[in-house]
């Protein structure tokens, strides 16, 4: 089948029932599945889902995620294309983007977890991807925002990336996840709560008017197009911090344009690179997207992406230690505008 924008999705089955998604160019031959022999028992994921009666939180138990697998060597690596003697999630001999369930869910029966492999070249990142690549990776994000966003057990579509081990990741792979999360998280609801105060003050969207004066003041702009702003937000928390907002407030990835997934590849490879340049290697981030809810508040929201680092110099890790971890106060040891002069001055 085609999804909008002329991509070519394929969709079949891994051994246990899980779905696996196939994205290729248009104008890529008709792809014919492999079967997965791997012959893999029905998960069995032991979820629970929990509200701290202190702060309101839902707090999610995923008990089996703690048998995942953890840094495999690259020659066992389960998101690489199979190949003999190594079947993995992805039966074929090669691929240019694969989605499929996680089989460690953070969440079971309501919700759903996705893993989204940008490339089968185990060796590369996001950053080394071709603009087309990255432009077939941000149509996947739409397709799935799309069929995600329909279901009745989900709220909220959150893709997001985690690289480097500094971060936690689990398989060095270039791969993201999604999370359709059954209920709003905590940071989204505070973020509504601050939109739906400035609405009824000012008349008009936060995330809107932010852009505009982060555009208009110009010192923390790292990068530009015609449809998208790169910048340093002006009270960042996170050592390297840099949001990327579209010119025009939309809900979600499914909703952009031609034009702006085109603008929106062209500038985050832009960043990314000037990330890597920081301090002359690949430098550790999150990538999260911040989609509107599916239902509620849905006009407060602002479709963005946050792209953070807790590098805070080429040898030092920013941890959250007392301030932050216990009382959620942020103590930041660069200041905005200097972070985004430095980025700026990568890129040259």
Partial sequence: MNTPRGVRRTDTRLSDGRELIYYDPADAPARAPLEDTRGLPAPQPQVE????????????????????????????????????????EIPDLDYNVAVFENRFPSFAGPGRTEVVCFTS????????????????????????????????????????????REIGVTLSHPHGQIYAYPFIPPRMQNLLRQARKHQEVAGSNLFADVLAAERKEGTRVVAENGNWTAFVP????????????????????DELSVGERDDFAELYLDVLSRFDGLYGEPLPYIAAWHQAPVRIDRELGYLHLELLSIRRAKDKIKYLAGSESGMGAFISDTRPEDVADTLRKAGQ
């Fill in 49 to 88: 889902l929990r509200t701290d009666p202190l702060t309101g939180d839902v707090i999610t138990y995923a008990t089996h995620r703690n048998t995942r697998t953890y840094l495999p060597p690259a020659d066992q690596c389960p998101l690489c294309a199979s190949k003999p003697g190594n079947p993995t």
């Fill in 121 to 164: 070249d185990h060796n590369r990142s996001f950053t080394d991807l071709s603009q087309g690549q990255a432009r077939l990776v941000v149509d996947t994000w739409a397709d799935r925002t799309a069929e995600l966003g329909a279901r009745d057990d989900v709220e909220l579509v959150f893709p997001f990336e985690n690289r480097g």
């Fill in 234 to 253: 002006e009270a960042a928390r996170w050592p390297v911090e840099v949001h990327l907002y579209p010119h025009r407030q939309v809900g979600g990835i």
